[in-house]
């Protein structure tokens, strides 16, 4: 934070600089000072101003986000809740927050231990680092109290009052209050390994351009305080609640329907054309093995492997949400 101010202080100087520059070109007596001067400099007062407002905008955002105090909670952390949050954890989490590998990825194994850089993997490391945390009580979330677990989940803003990047662009904001004390339960149970990289967010002064800039997508909406899940059972409405925590959404889109390439990934396809082909059946053995009914698999952006380990209900309320007009 620190550096991207002084960075964001010397860019706003050179703004500066160079609108003095531009003036004195202009008011030159030499014609070809004042039309390859001022445009020069001209041009380069306008990057600069740009890089400094939305450099300003994106750091505002996530160094001081407009986010309520975390809530009083205790979890109770009842053998239920801890069960429901490792169903849930292991759908969603686990893709991004297990244990690293030796090349760095993860392995979707316990323990949750993270150290996962996704903006170096996943080729925007020029915004900076991101990298997974450590979800269990033998790192940093040791310190965090149950409240500010319920905040990182449900508004994606940590201990300091900071917005968390990658978290903020997934869709928990949308689970159940029960759902997210299920998940801090479940966190809360693990066996504490200690962390061993660097873990977090490094937005570098690019990337809050990028991010003031809109680059990266646009802002979800603010989250509610209090969520209720629909009622549990095989419809179209739960699926879509399915569709939330098992991640479909975060990248087919809140609809489920596709949705455009930003700036930091591609374009994403609508799955309901092709899931519409297929039985209830033949999904469920697509979501389970990865691989199409034509024998295509899956490419590895796309994660078949939350979905495999839902159970058949929650399997086939997805396929009911898909399969029904949005
Ligand atoms: C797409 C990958 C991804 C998924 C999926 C994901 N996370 Fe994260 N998570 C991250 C990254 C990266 C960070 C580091 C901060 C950031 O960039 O958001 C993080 C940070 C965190 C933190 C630390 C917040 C802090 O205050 O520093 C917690 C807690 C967390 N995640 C919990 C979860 C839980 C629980 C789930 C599943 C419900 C989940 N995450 C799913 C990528 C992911
Ligand atoms: C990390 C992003 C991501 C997530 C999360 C994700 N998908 Fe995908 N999905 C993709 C991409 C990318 C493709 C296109 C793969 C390709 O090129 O064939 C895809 C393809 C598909 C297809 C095939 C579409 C077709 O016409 O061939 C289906 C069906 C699908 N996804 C369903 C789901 C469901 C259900 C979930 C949630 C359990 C989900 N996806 C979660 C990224 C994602």
């Given amino acids: 934070m620190i550096g991207n101010l002084i960075i964001l202080l010397v860019v ?146 940590d201990q300091q009052g900071h917005e968390l990047g990658m978290m903020s662009f997934l869709p928990y904001r949308e689970l159940s209050n029960e759902d997210t004390e299920a998940i801090i339960a479940y966190m809360r149970s693990l066996p504490p390994v200690p962390t061993t990289g660097v873990t977090g967010d490094k937005m570098n002064f690019l990337g809050a351009v990028m991010s003031g800039a809109g680059l990266f997508g646009e802002a979800p909406p603010p989250a509610p305080t209090v969520v209720t899940a629909p009622p549990q059972g095989v419809t179209a409405e739960y699926g879509k609640y399915v569709a939330t925590f098992g991640e479909c959404r975060g990248c087919h889109g809140p609809d489920a329907t596709g949705a455009p390439a930003t700036s930091v990934s591609p374009a994403i396809p609508n799955p309901r054309p092709f899931v519409n082909t297929l039985t209830l059946e033949q999904f469920t053995a697509v979501m389970r093995s990865g691989v199409k009914p034509d024998g295509q698999p899956f490419p590895e952006t796309m994660p078949w492997q939350n979905a495999s380990k839902m159970n058949d209900d929650d399997l086939a309320a997805l396929y009911a949400y898909l399969t029904t007009q949005p």
């Fill in 12 to 157: 706003i100087g050179l703004t500066v600089l160079f609108g003095w520059l531009t003036y004195r070109a202009v008011r030159a007596r030499k014609l070809w000072v004042k039309i390859v001067g001022g445009l020069g400099a001209g041009l380069l007062t306008l990057i600069f101003a740009a890089a400094s407002f939305f450099g300003a905008k994106g750091m505002a955002a996530t160094y001081f986000p407009d986010a309520p105090d975390a809530p009083d909670l205790t979890v109770a952390g009842t053998p239920e809740q801890i069960a429901r949050g490792e169903y849930l954890v292991d759908i969603a989490c686990v893709g991004c927050h297990s244990q690293v590998g030796t090349d760095g990825r993860p392995t979707g194994q316990h323990p949750l231990s993270g150290g996962w850089n996704i903006a170096a993997a996943e080729g925007f490391g020029f915004i900076g680092d991101m990298v997974t945390e450590n979800l269990t009580p033998g790192g940093k979330l040791a310190g965090y109290s149950d409240g500010e677990l319920f905040r990182v989940l449900r508004y994606s803003i």
